[in-house]
């Protein structure tokens, strides 16, 4: 028998450039600021290092030097550990896989207590380098790399191809951009919180059009760290929890960009891997009452709520614009500020998604806090979602 896992503690950095040049003569290591994070996670639990059992790390991105990363850390933070110590590698869906593994060994009865966490620094390392090591290789390096593909340029094409079949605009997609901005005013961790306009969306340069500086997400730091546990754990501490109801998987077998014809603007995986979760939880879109989405550009926002069923397909942009995907709208997405305003650190930022449904479930969220928030679903992504995975969340208090 499987035993089920609530969240009963959690801890981030906030987003920024916190990496130092390599040439500079201090510097800020991970490893020191990803310990603190811990402290105050486990504290925040209330439970004491001693109970954890299994560390389930998100891989730093290859521009960390230290590696075995995640026996350097159990080793620094002094915990021997019973169930497991790894360390996952998954593109944008990282720090998910990550907390997937510290789940199952909870499912498992490996553990208890086990933490979901990891550190991105990547803010100091020089453009050129980032774009041929970390970009432009996501792709196939023999068909897509020669001809410049980037995340970002299929991205475009998603939006153009949207704007093409439901008869959208690009004002009508940026408006996810204001909106994003707007939550990430309230959220002290975002990166960004200075409110914009439709008029500064729209006057920003091009990135890839039609997607300009402000309708994509920006690079920078950060560090996280999930505390897991068995929900006979969550319930005699008597503090308030979030229960995982279900979750759910799937890849549908193309790499970014598919020399099979396929629909495009679909999201197929994050259709089924929501399929998928919503059944484990026993709940459907409807029961939702907020979500925070993996969505690195605002196409991407609009196109994984219609694939969810947050929202009906081809009417994303245009519920977004007319305020129901806000803050007292009646499905708010992305409350954190989404990852054009609160960030993108990327191994690292399904963490902060898990995060942000924490402090709306258990009331934490301050001026940005869903009223009466109960049900949560979570998205993380493998590369233009070819690949997606959900997570149903509930709060108990």
């Known amino acids: 028998m499987t035993r089920d896992v609530a969240i009963l503690g959690a801890a981030v950095l906030p987003v920024a450039k916190w990496q130092q040049p390599r040439d500079a003569a201090l ?28 560390l389930a790390f998100a891989q730093p991105r290859p521009y960390t030097q230290q590696k075995y990363f995640a026996t350097f850390m159990a080793n620094y933070l002094r915990l021997p550990c019973t169930g497991s110590v790894q360390e996952i590698l998954g593109n944008g869906m990282t720090a998910a896989l990550a907390f997937e593994a510290a789940a199952n060994d909870i499912r498992l009865g490996r553990s208890r207590v086990a933490l979901a966490l990891g550190i991105n620094w990547e803010s100091a390392i020089p453009a050129v380098e980032h774009m041929m090591n ?16 980037t995340p970002i340029s299929w991205y475009a094409m998603d939006a153009a191809r949207y704007i093409h079949e439901f008869k959208s605009s690009r ?21 960004f919180r200075e409110p914009i306009s439709l008029e500064d969306v729209l006057a920003q340069k091009p990135i ?9 997400p920006p690079r920078g730091d950060g560090a996280a760290c999930i505390v897991l546990v068995d929900e006979d754990v969550a319930k005699a501490s008597g503090r308030p929890y979030v229960r995982v109801r279900g979750s759910g998987f799937f890849h549908e077998g193309a790499h970014q960009i598919n020399e099979v014809p396929n629909d495009m603007i679909a999201l197929v995986s994050a259709q089924r891997a ?32 219609e694939a969810l069923g ?14 129901a995907t806000s803050l007292g709208g009646r499905i708010p997405i992305c409350t954190s500020g989404g990852l054009q305003s609160r960030g993108h650190p990327a191994h690292v930022t399904p963490f902060y998604g898990f995060f942000e449904v924490w402090e709306q479930l ?13 049900l949560a679903v979570s998205s993380a992504e493998l590369g233009n979602y070819n690949a997606a995975m959900i997570h149903v969340l509930e709060g108990v208090r």
């Open 27 to 54: 510097q800020v290591l991970e490893h020191e600021v990803l310990a603190k994070i811990v402290i105050e996670a486990v504290a925040d639990a209330g439970i004491d290092k001693s109970e954890v059992s299994s």
């Open 134 to 149: 970390s970009m432009r290789a996501t792709g196939d390096v023999d068909f897509h790399a020669p001809f410049g593909f």
């Open 171 to 191: 004002e009508e997609l940026a408006t996810v951009a204001v909106k994003n901005r707007r939550h990430a005013s309230l959220n002290p961790i975002a990166q």
């Open 208 to 216: 890839v059009e039609p997607l300009g500086l402000y309708e994509v």
């Open 274 to 305: 929501g399929q998928a979760a919503y059944l484990e939880a026993g709940v459907t879109a409807s029961d939702i009452d907020l979500a925070e989405l993996y969505a690195p550009c605002t196409i991407i926002e609009v196109l994984a709520s």
């Open 310 to 323: 947050l929202v009906p397909r081809g009417q994303g942009g245009r519920l977004c614009a007319e305020g």
């Open 362 to 374: 258990t009331g934490r969220a301050g001026r940005r806090q869903v009223a009466n928030a109960r």
